[in-house]
């Protein structure tokens, strides 16, 4: 389902799921970045996008491992800014660094042409559908 459909979130960005596995838990996205996405003349990717990037696959890796039975919602994520991401193709992994009944953490990583331009760690809450 997740290669398959394509959240508005995600269209927004300009993402689309790539690779999923369930073990080890990976997904992998690729995202457009615009220069509507952009400051400093249009070149650099606003930091909010850039984390936007990092946060979707680890709650999208979730929900296609959950098979949808629980909304993932982010309680705290850290992001690090490495370099510059500028207009153009980014690829993020997601992955779980480990997972109780109702807690996950996560990690991301945020690559453009091959260079490691942010990262993020994320904790993540499993919250029921029926809640």
């Given at each position: 389902?997740?290669?398959s459909?394509?959240?508005?979130?995600?269209?927004t960005?300009?993402g689309k799921?790539?690779s999923?596995?369930s073990?080890?838990?990976e997904?992998k996205?690729?995202?457009?970045?615009?220069?509507?996405f952009c400051?400093s003349?249009?070149?650099i990717?606003?930091?909010g996008?850039?984390?936007?990037?990092l946060?979707?696959p680890m709650?999208h890796?979730?929900?296609?491992?959950?098979?949808?039975e629980?909304y993932?919602m982010?309680l705290d994520?850290?992001?690090?800014?490495?370099g510059p991401?500028?207009p153009?193709?980014?690829i993020c992994?997601?992955?779980?660094?480990?997972?109780g009944?109702s807690i996950v953490?996560?990690a991301?990583?945020?690559?453009?042409k091959?260079?490691?331009?942010?990262s993020?760690?994320?904790t993540?809450k499993l919250?029921?559908k029926s809640?």
């Amino acid at each position: 389902m997740l290669l398959s459909h394509t959240a508005p979130c995600i269209e927004t960005l300009g993402g689309k799921a790539i690779s999923f596995q369930s073990e080890p838990p990976e997904l992998k996205m690729e995202f457009e970045a615009i220069p509507e996405f952009c400051h400093s003349d249009n070149q650099i990717v606003q930091g909010g996008f850039v984390t936007g990037m990092l946060d979707a696959p680890m709650a999208h890796l979730l929900i296609a491992l959950l098979e949808g039975e629980f909304y993932p919602m982010t309680l705290d994520i850290n992001v690090s800014f490495l370099g510059p991401s500028h207009p153009g193709k980014l690829i993020c992994n997601a992955r779980i660094l480990k997972q109780g009944r109702s807690i996950v953490y996560l990690a991301s990583e945020l690559y453009q042409k091959e260079k490691l331009v942010a990262s993020a760690t994320s904790t993540v809450k499993l919250v029921s559908k029926s809640s």
